[in-house]
């Protein structure tokens, strides 16, 4: 059974940093694509982050609003996303999810979330 498990959120500061884990079982997560994705209260799901692991070192893709101070790593089964210099406006419930398909927009595995709140 596959199944991704974010864990490590909670309520920061303005320019704090945290860091996200998403454990996968089920599935070796080294050979799917792997999204971060967030979503605020009242607002659509958007894309923050993808990756993808090769042999000859991978694929990643940042949205704009968070490139530069989010980082996507992965070590054996889970996946992290670093995230420095939080803003309020990274307030959201974070999902991790997985894909056997790269590139891709739509992901097959999907984690229940984890709530980040960045207060100013």
């Known amino acids: 059974q596959v199944q991704l498990v974010e864990s490590g959120g909670g309520t920061v500061q303005a320019g704090d940093s945290l860091k996200l884990s998403c454990a996968a079982s089920g599935m070796v997560l080294s050979m799917f694509a792997v999204g971060w994705f967030r979503q605020a209260p009242g607002k659509a799901r958007e894309f923050v982050a993808a990756?993808?692991?090769?042999?000859?070192?991978?694929f990643t893709d940042y949205a704009d609003s968070v490139k530069g101070r989010f980082t996507v790593d992965r070590d054996k089964n889970i996946v992290f996303l670093q995230m420095k210099s939080l803003q309020p406006e990274d307030t959201a419930v974070y999902y991790c999810?997985?894909?056997?398909?790269?590139?891709?927009?739509?992901?097959?595995?999907w984690g229940q979330g984890t709530q980040v709140t960045v207060s100013s």
């Open positions: 999810a997985a894909d056997s398909r790269w590139p891709t927009t739509t992901y097959q595995f």
């Open positions: 990756v993808k692991w090769s042999s000859g070192g991978g």
